[in-house]
């Protein structure tokens, strides 16, 4: 299985914001598709900071 896990969870993120966007018809599940494509792609990137709690 070649699958690499990123996408995976690229696709399940993307899914579900396009879900929850679906009430607005076609644009807000192809915005909700985007914005989750970006979230993951910002976080992947590395242009998050690590926060520490402990």
Same mark, same amino acid.
């Given at each position: 299985?070649?699958?690499?896990?990123? /996408?995976? /969870?690229?696709?399940?993120? $993307?899914?579900?914001? /396009?879900? =929850?966007?679906?009430?607005?018809?076609?644009?807000?599940? =192809?915005?909700?598709?985007?914005?989750? +494509?970006?979230?993951? /792609?910002?976080? &992947? &990137?590395g $242009? &998050?900071?690590? =926060? +520490? =709690?402990?």
């Open positions: 299985m070649g699958t690499e896990p990123m /996408a995976i /969870a690229s696709y399940a993120l $993307s899914g579900m914001l /396009a879900g =929850i966007f679906s009430k607005l018809g076609k644009v807000g599940v =192809i915005v909700g598709f985007i914005l989750g +494509n970006g979230i993951l /792609a910002y976080v &992947t &990137t $242009s &998050t900071r690590n =926060i +520490n =709690i402990l």
